[in-house]
Protein backbone atom coordinates (compact mmCIF):
# COMPACT_ATOMS: atom_id res chain seq x y z
CA UNK A 1 0.00 0.00 0.00
CA UNK A 2 1.56 3.55 -1.07
CA UNK A 3 1.82 5.65 1.69
CA UNK A 4 0.41 8.93 0.51
CA UNK A 5 1.39 12.64 2.26
CA UNK A 6 -0.55 14.75 4.60
CA UNK A 7 -1.96 17.35 1.41
CA UNK A 8 -2.51 14.01 -0.75
CA UNK A 9 -4.43 12.45 2.00
CA UNK A 10 -6.55 15.42 2.45
CA UNK A 11 -7.00 16.40 -1.22
CA UNK A 12 -8.46 13.06 -1.60
CA UNK A 13 -10.53 13.25 1.08
CA UNK A 14 -11.85 16.73 0.05
CA UNK A 15 -12.57 15.45 -3.27
CA UNK A 16 -14.88 12.46 -2.21
CA UNK A 17 -16.35 14.48 0.34
CA UNK A 18 -17.32 17.43 -1.95
CA UNK A 19 -18.67 14.78 -4.68
CA UNK A 20 -20.77 13.12 -2.36
CA UNK A 21 -22.56 16.38 -0.64
CA UNK A 22 -23.13 16.83 -4.18
CA UNK A 23 -25.02 13.98 -4.91
CA UNK A 24 -26.50 13.59 -1.57
CA UNK A 25 -27.94 17.22 -1.87
CA UNK A 26 -29.56 16.14 -5.48
CA UNK A 27 -30.37 12.40 -4.09
CA UNK A 28 -32.16 13.89 -0.98
CA UNK A 29 -34.12 16.48 -2.92
CA UNK A 30 -35.62 13.41 -5.22
CA UNK A 31 -36.18 11.59 -2.21
CA UNK A 32 -38.37 14.15 -0.49
CA UNK A 33 -40.27 14.89 -3.78
CA UNK A 34 -40.75 11.15 -4.56
CA UNK A 35 -41.81 10.62 -1.32
CA UNK A 36 -43.90 13.72 -1.40
CA UNK A 37 -45.63 12.71 -4.52
CA UNK A 38 -45.58 8.74 -4.57
CA UNK A 39 -46.93 8.52 -1.02
CA UNK A 40 -44.43 6.79 0.84
CA UNK A 41 -43.21 7.27 4.33
CA UNK A 42 -40.33 5.40 4.28
CA UNK A 43 -39.23 7.08 1.15
CA UNK A 44 -39.57 10.13 3.62
CA UNK A 45 -37.53 8.90 6.14
CA UNK A 46 -34.99 7.90 3.68
CA UNK A 47 -34.62 11.50 2.29
CA UNK A 48 -34.21 12.41 5.93
CA UNK A 49 -31.48 10.18 6.23
CA UNK A 50 -29.76 11.69 2.83
CA UNK A 51 -29.88 14.88 3.95
CA UNK A 52 -28.31 14.01 7.57
CA UNK A 53 -25.58 12.58 5.82
CA UNK A 54 -24.85 16.16 3.67
CA UNK A 55 -24.19 17.16 7.23
CA UNK A 56 -21.54 14.15 7.99
CA UNK A 57 -19.81 14.62 4.86
CA UNK A 58 -19.38 18.67 5.53
CA UNK A 59 -17.82 17.31 8.93
CA UNK A 60 -15.77 14.37 6.90
CA UNK A 61 -14.17 17.78 4.98
CA UNK A 62 -13.18 19.83 7.76
CA UNK A 63 -12.31 17.19 9.64
CA UNK A 64 -9.34 16.07 6.90
CA UNK A 65 -8.35 20.15 7.01
CA UNK A 66 -7.63 19.81 11.38
CA UNK A 67 -6.65 16.22 11.11
CA UNK A 68 -3.83 16.72 8.51
CA UNK A 69 -1.92 19.39 10.26
CA UNK A 70 1.63 19.14 10.92
CA UNK A 71 2.26 18.37 15.00
CA UNK A 72 3.15 21.35 16.61
CA UNK A 73 4.22 22.68 20.32
CA UNK A 74 0.30 22.03 21.59
CA UNK A 75 -0.35 18.65 19.64
CA UNK A 76 3.36 17.36 19.76
CA UNK A 77 1.63 13.95 18.64
CA UNK A 78 -0.27 15.32 15.77
CA UNK A 79 -4.02 16.43 15.47
CA UNK A 80 -5.06 12.66 13.62
CA UNK A 81 -7.28 12.02 17.12
CA UNK A 82 -9.40 15.50 15.51
CA UNK A 83 -11.02 13.43 12.97
CA UNK A 84 -11.48 10.25 14.99
CA UNK A 85 -13.46 12.82 17.46
CA UNK A 86 -15.68 14.06 14.17
CA UNK A 87 -16.20 10.15 13.80
CA UNK A 88 -17.40 9.72 17.78
CA UNK A 89 -19.75 12.49 16.79
CA UNK A 90 -20.94 11.62 13.60
CA UNK A 91 -22.09 8.19 15.06
CA UNK A 92 -23.49 9.48 17.57
CA UNK A 93 -25.80 11.88 15.86
CA UNK A 94 -26.13 9.01 13.32
CA UNK A 95 -27.88 6.67 16.58
CA UNK A 96 -29.61 9.71 17.37
CA UNK A 97 -31.76 10.10 14.32
CA UNK A 98 -32.25 6.80 13.85
CA UNK A 99 -33.86 6.94 17.56
CA UNK A 100 -36.42 9.53 16.20
CA UNK A 101 -37.23 7.85 12.70
CA UNK A 102 -37.73 4.69 15.29
CA UNK A 103 -40.15 6.44 17.56
CA UNK A 104 -41.80 8.86 15.13
CA UNK A 105 -42.58 5.89 12.67
CA UNK A 106 -44.07 3.60 16.67
CA UNK A 107 -46.07 6.21 16.84
CA UNK A 108 -47.27 6.02 12.97
CA UNK A 109 -47.91 2.60 13.25
CA UNK A 110 -49.78 2.52 16.44
CA UNK A 111 -52.09 5.24 15.50
CA UNK A 112 -52.75 3.07 12.39
CA UNK A 113 -53.50 0.06 14.19
CA UNK A 114 -56.12 2.38 16.55
CA UNK A 115 -57.76 3.77 13.04
CA UNK A 116 -56.28 7.01 13.46
CA UNK A 117 -53.70 7.64 11.15
CA UNK A 118 -54.49 7.19 7.26
CA UNK A 119 -51.65 5.31 4.80
CA UNK A 120 -51.90 6.04 1.13
CA UNK A 121 -50.49 3.67 -1.12
CA UNK A 122 -47.06 4.56 -3.18
CA UNK A 123 -47.07 4.81 -6.77
CA UNK A 124 -44.31 3.91 -9.44
CA UNK A 125 -42.53 7.27 -8.81
CA UNK A 126 -42.05 6.43 -5.11
CA UNK A 127 -40.63 2.89 -6.38
CA UNK A 128 -38.56 4.53 -9.10
CA UNK A 129 -36.97 6.79 -6.73
CA UNK A 130 -35.78 3.95 -4.45
CA UNK A 131 -34.19 2.12 -7.46
CA UNK A 132 -32.52 5.11 -8.30
CA UNK A 133 -31.43 5.54 -4.81
CA UNK A 134 -29.76 1.88 -3.91
CA UNK A 135 -27.68 2.07 -7.37
CA UNK A 136 -26.41 5.83 -6.26
CA UNK A 137 -25.74 4.95 -2.50
CA UNK A 138 -23.71 1.88 -3.52
CA UNK A 139 -21.67 4.00 -6.17
CA UNK A 140 -20.81 6.21 -3.47
CA UNK A 141 -20.25 3.70 -1.10
CA UNK A 142 -17.34 1.38 -3.01
CA UNK A 143 -15.80 5.40 -4.01
CA UNK A 144 -15.69 6.78 -0.55
CA UNK A 145 -14.40 3.45 1.15
CA UNK A 146 -11.43 3.15 -1.41
CA UNK A 147 -10.33 6.62 -0.47
CA UNK A 148 -11.00 6.31 2.81
CA UNK A 149 -8.32 3.30 3.24
CA UNK A 150 -6.45 4.85 0.73
CA UNK A 151 -6.16 8.24 2.99
CA UNK A 152 -6.14 6.46 6.63
CA UNK A 153 -9.27 8.36 7.08
CA UNK A 154 -11.89 7.27 10.01
CA UNK A 155 -14.26 9.72 8.90
CA UNK A 156 -14.47 9.72 5.53
CA UNK A 157 -14.70 5.53 6.03
CA UNK A 158 -17.52 5.81 8.47
CA UNK A 159 -19.24 8.07 5.56
CA UNK A 160 -18.70 5.26 3.26
CA UNK A 161 -21.12 3.17 5.47
CA UNK A 162 -23.52 5.50 5.61
CA UNK A 163 -23.72 5.32 2.11
CA UNK A 164 -23.79 1.73 2.15
CA UNK A 165 -26.60 1.99 4.99
CA UNK A 166 -28.48 4.05 2.80
CA UNK A 167 -28.66 1.57 0.06
CA UNK A 168 -29.59 -1.13 2.64
CA UNK A 169 -32.29 1.31 3.97
CA UNK A 170 -33.64 1.92 0.44
CA UNK A 171 -33.64 -1.57 -0.23
CA UNK A 172 -36.31 -2.19 2.77
CA UNK A 173 -37.67 0.83 1.52
CA UNK A 174 -38.32 -0.95 -1.43
CA UNK A 175 -39.78 -3.89 -0.16
CA UNK A 176 -42.29 -1.81 2.06
CA UNK A 177 -43.40 0.14 -1.10
CA UNK A 178 -43.81 -2.54 -3.00
CA UNK A 179 -45.84 -4.47 -0.15
CA UNK A 180 -48.02 -1.38 0.03
CA UNK A 181 -48.32 -0.48 -4.05
CA UNK A 182 -49.99 -4.52 -3.38
CA UNK A 183 -51.97 -3.14 -0.79
CA UNK A 184 -50.33 -4.12 2.33
CA UNK A 185 -50.25 -0.76 3.47
CA UNK A 186 -48.64 -1.06 6.31
CA UNK A 187 -45.48 -2.33 5.44
CA UNK A 188 -44.12 0.86 4.09
CA UNK A 189 -44.45 2.31 7.82
CA UNK A 190 -42.32 -1.08 9.02
CA UNK A 191 -39.82 -0.93 6.21
CA UNK A 192 -39.26 2.43 7.93
CA UNK A 193 -39.17 0.81 11.06
CA UNK A 194 -36.45 -1.68 9.86
CA UNK A 195 -34.94 0.92 8.27
CA UNK A 196 -34.17 2.85 11.73
CA UNK A 197 -33.22 -0.34 13.22
CA UNK A 198 -30.42 -0.82 10.05
CA UNK A 199 -28.88 2.82 10.96
CA UNK A 200 -28.82 1.80 14.90
CA UNK A 201 -26.37 -1.06 14.51
CA UNK A 202 -24.15 0.93 12.21
CA UNK A 203 -24.11 3.85 14.11
CA UNK A 204 -23.15 1.91 17.18
CA UNK A 205 -20.23 -0.35 15.19
CA UNK A 206 -19.12 3.46 14.29
CA UNK A 207 -19.19 4.60 17.83
CA UNK A 208 -17.36 1.54 19.46
CA UNK A 209 -14.75 1.54 16.52
CA UNK A 210 -14.05 4.94 17.00
CA UNK A 211 -13.59 4.97 20.99
CA UNK A 212 -11.15 2.33 20.19
CA UNK A 213 -8.97 4.76 18.23
CA UNK A 214 -9.57 7.46 21.25
CA UNK A 215 -8.47 5.19 24.33
CA UNK A 216 -5.48 3.77 22.99
CA UNK A 217 -6.38 0.63 22.14
CA UNK A 218 -4.29 -2.21 21.14
CA UNK A 219 -3.68 -2.53 17.41
CA UNK A 220 -4.63 -5.82 15.98
CA UNK A 221 -3.15 -9.26 16.87
CA UNK A 222 -1.97 -9.95 12.97
CA UNK A 223 -0.54 -6.41 12.51
CA UNK A 224 1.93 -6.85 15.96
CA UNK A 225 2.63 -10.29 14.90
CA UNK A 226 3.67 -8.76 11.27
CA UNK A 227 5.13 -6.19 12.58
CA UNK A 228 7.46 -8.32 15.13
CA UNK A 229 8.41 -10.94 12.67
CA UNK A 230 9.88 -7.91 10.30
CA UNK A 231 12.05 -6.45 13.09
CA UNK A 232 13.55 -10.42 13.62
CA UNK A 233 14.49 -10.19 9.95
CA UNK A 234 16.52 -7.04 10.53
CA UNK A 235 20.22 -7.80 10.60
CA UNK A 236 21.51 -7.05 13.80
CA UNK A 237 18.54 -7.53 15.42
CA UNK A 238 18.88 -10.95 18.23
CA UNK A 239 15.77 -10.54 19.77
CA UNK A 240 12.88 -8.04 20.45
CA UNK A 241 12.29 -8.17 23.96
CA UNK A 242 9.37 -6.18 24.61
CA UNK A 243 6.60 -4.99 21.55
CA UNK A 244 3.62 -2.02 22.31
CA UNK A 245 1.54 -0.26 20.23
CA UNK A 246 -1.35 2.07 20.83
CA UNK A 247 -4.43 3.40 17.82
CA UNK A 248 -3.87 6.98 17.23
CA UNK A 249 -6.94 7.43 14.62
CA UNK A 250 -6.42 5.38 12.00
CA UNK A 251 -2.52 5.50 12.78
CA UNK A 252 -0.69 3.70 15.70
CA UNK A 253 2.54 4.14 17.49
CA UNK A 254 5.00 1.05 18.19
CA UNK A 255 6.92 0.94 21.14
CA UNK A 256 9.93 -1.79 20.53
CA UNK A 257 12.82 -2.84 22.82
CA UNK A 258 15.24 -5.18 20.39
CA UNK A 259 18.19 -6.93 22.07
CA UNK A 260 21.93 -6.12 19.83
CA UNK A 261 25.07 -7.83 20.54
CA UNK A 262 26.33 -6.60 23.36
CA UNK A 263 29.64 -5.75 23.09
CA UNK A 264 28.83 -3.58 19.44
CA UNK A 265 29.60 0.05 19.66
CA UNK A 266 26.79 3.34 20.24
CA UNK A 267 27.17 3.88 16.55
CA UNK A 268 26.67 0.39 15.36
CA UNK A 269 23.89 -0.28 18.34
CA UNK A 270 22.31 3.11 17.07
CA UNK A 271 22.63 2.09 13.17
CA UNK A 272 20.37 -0.86 14.00
CA UNK A 273 18.03 0.68 16.37
CA UNK A 274 17.75 3.86 13.26
CA UNK A 275 17.41 0.70 10.36
CA UNK A 276 14.40 -0.91 12.63
CA UNK A 277 12.98 2.72 13.36
CA UNK A 278 12.73 3.37 9.69
CA UNK A 279 11.76 -0.18 8.61
CA UNK A 280 8.64 -0.64 9.94
CA UNK A 281 7.70 2.95 9.42
CA UNK A 282 7.96 2.40 5.38
CA UNK A 283 6.69 -1.12 5.44
CA UNK A 284 3.56 -0.92 7.39
CA UNK A 285 1.41 2.76 6.43
CA UNK A 286 -0.06 3.05 9.19
CA UNK A 287 2.24 3.40 11.46
CA UNK A 288 2.86 7.12 12.65
CA UNK A 289 6.04 6.37 14.44
CA UNK A 290 8.21 3.52 15.75
CA UNK A 291 10.46 4.50 18.99
CA UNK A 292 13.23 2.03 19.02
CA UNK A 293 15.23 1.04 22.58
CA UNK A 294 18.20 -1.19 22.47
CA UNK A 295 19.10 -3.74 24.93
CA UNK A 296 22.49 -5.32 25.10
CA UNK A 297 21.95 -9.49 24.68
CA UNK A 298 24.90 -11.19 25.33
CA UNK A 299 23.44 -14.84 25.29
Not at 99 to 115: K, P
Not at 176 to 196: E, K
Request: aromatic share 8%; charged share 20%.
Amino acid sequence: MDKLSRKEEQALIEKTALGTILVNLILSALKFLAGIYGRSAALLSDALHSASDVISTVLVFFGARVSRKKADATHPYGHERFEALIALLMGLSLMGFALFMFAQNVWRLNLYRLGEYTLSRPNLIALAAILISILVNEVLFWWALKSGRKAHSSTLIADAWHHRFDAISSLGGLIGVAGAMLGFLWMDLLAALAISLLIMRVAYTIVIRVVKQLVDTAPDLDTMQAIEQHILSIRGVKTVDDLKGRLHAEKMFIDVEIGVEASLTLQAAHHIAESVHLQVESMFPLVKHCMVHVNPNDT
